[in-house]
């Protein structure tokens, strides 16, 4: 039997305190939660990928431009949804995190920066983010500054107090669409100037594997989430309809995979790492549980999500430029 690994409550002030220019900085780069931006940088690489391989397409300068906007985009909404959640008292009094997957980066609860300052930096983020996203609406035309406002939208309304997706039950699916569709069919319109059939299969398996990443976090939260009113699809469906519903994604993501091969969009030998993928996403499902006792367990399947989510947009990227 699992027992319940102690919880750990993230850095403190007295870590991260201190006075000077490189001190603050590295306060505001942490707050972002640099960890976690691999599910920014990957999908842009892997729509990327598709306009080189399929569409002959690649710009150095724009793939860069794409991944800075794309980065500060996430940062911006990590920073600005631990604003949120502890002006609605959902981190304040969730005792039930796993750090540092769950419950934000704890920078406002352990005194590391304040609420106010916290609020600042994701308005810097914000800021910067459409500043990337303007230059590169003048290298690559207007369509661009909608996919900007689209992805700012979509980060602003997951957690802002009068929409907030997050608690409302479509939060999972905002971040589907924005760190997922959004970014792999972006990114491939931004190099080849189309987003063919083959790329919208790519971002649906994209898709999947980050709804996945937020979907079982959730569950650690459960408690603190639905004290406060924030009715996330786990606090909804509860334990046993939350791993339905993340196997369920799995044969979607899987099914999308094998259409893929069937179109001939990836090497044949994509299909066994993604059929083990998707064996190791119903071995990732197993573990969801809300019993304290198997927060071992649970904690394990999260880190396997992630591992999901990284192997599976690398594999991605290698098959569409090895097809």
């Given at each position: 039997?699992?027992?319940?690994?102690?919880?750990?409550?993230?850095?403190?002030?007295?870590?991260?305190?201190?006075?000077?220019?490189?001190?603050?900085?590295?306060?505001?780069?942490?707050?972002?939660?640099?960890?976690?931006?691999?599910?920014?940088?990957?999908?842009?690489?892997?729509?990327?990928?598709?306009?080189?391989?399929?569409?002959?397409?690649?710009?150095?300068?724009?793939?860069?431009?794409?991944?800075?906007?794309?980065?500060?985009?996430?940062?911006?909404?990590?920073?600005?949804?631990?604003?949120?959640?502890?002006?609605?008292?959902?981190?304040?009094?969730?005792?039930?995190?796993?750090?540092?997957?769950?419950?934000?980066?704890?920078?406002?609860?352990?005194?590391?920066?304040?609420?106010?300052?916290?609020?600042?930096?994701?308005?810097?983020?914000?800021?910067?983010?459409?500043?990337?996203?303007?230059?590169?609406?003048?290298?690559?035309?207007?369509?661009?500054?909608?996919?900007?406002?689209?992805?700012?939208?979509?980060?602003?309304?997951?957690?802002?107090?009068?929409?907030?997706?997050?608690?409302?039950?479509?939060?999972?699916?905002?971040?589907?669409?924005?760190?997922?569709?959004?970014?792999?069919?972006?990114?491939?319109?931004?190099?080849?100037?189309?987003?063919?059939?083959?790329?919208?299969?790519?971002?649906?398996?994209v898709s999947v594997w980050v709804c996945l990443i937020l979907l079982i976090n959730e569950?650690?939260?459960?408690?603190?989430?639905?004290?406060?009113?924030?009715?996330?699809?786990?606090?909804?469906?509860?334990?046993?309809?939350?791993?339905?519903?993340?196997?369920?994604?799995?044969?979607?993501?899987?099914?999308?995979?094998?259409?893929?091969?069937?179109?001939?969009?990836?090497?044949?030998?994509?299909?066994?790492?993604?059929?083990?993928?998707?064996?190791?996403?119903?071995?990732?499902?197993?573990?969801?549980?809300?019993?304290?006792?198997?927060?071992?367990?649970?904690?394990?399947?999260?880190?396997?999500?992630?591992?999901?989510h990284a192997v599976g947009c690398l594999l991605l990227v290698t098959a569409v430029l090895?097809?």
């Open positions: 039997m699992d027992s319940a690994p102690r919880v750990s409550d993230g850095p403190t002030s007295a870590e991260l305190g201190g006075p000077g220019v490189a001190a603050a900085l590295k306060r505001a780069f942490l707050a972002t939660r640099p960890k976690f931006f691999t599910a920014s940088v990957l999908p842009v690489l892997v729509g990327t990928a598709w306009a080189g391989a399929a569409e002959h397409a690649f710009n150095g300068r724009t793939l860069i431009l794409a991944l800075v906007a794309t980065v500060l985009a996430q940062a911006a909404t990590n920073v600005y949804n631990d604003v949120s959640d502890d002006l609605n008292g959902t981190d304040p009094a969730n005792t039930g995190h796993i750090y540092p997957y769950t419950g934000g980066s704890r920078f406002i609860q352990n005194g590391v920066l304040s609420r106010a300052q916290m609020f600042r930096l994701a308005v810097v983020l914000a800021v910067l983010t459409l500043a990337f996203g303007g230059w590169l609406t003048l290298l690559r035309g207007s369509g661009v500054l909608m996919l900007g406002l689209v992805g700012v939208a979509l980060g602003l309304f997951y957690s802002h107090p009068a929409v907030q997706l997050s608690g409302r039950g479509s939060g999972e699916l905002a971040c589907a669409i924005g760190l997922g569709a959004l970014p792999v069919a972006g990114a491939a319109w931004l190099q080849a100037g189309q987003v063919a059939p083959g790329v919208w299969l790519l971002a649906t398996i569950i650690p939260d459960n408690v603190a989430d639905a004290a406060a009113g924030k009715r996330t699809l786990a606090v909804r469906l509860g334990e046993g309809g939350t791993r339905a519903l993340y196997r369920a994604l799995t044969l979607l993501a899987l099914t999308a995979g094998v259409l893929l091969l069937l179109r001939r969009d990836v090497a044949v030998w994509t299909g066994l790492p993604m059929l083990l993928l998707a064996v190791a996403g119903f071995k990732a499902a197993a573990g969801i549980s809300l019993e304290p006792v198997r927060r071992a367990q649970l904690t394990r399947s999260i880190e396997m999500t992630l591992a999901i090895l097809r």
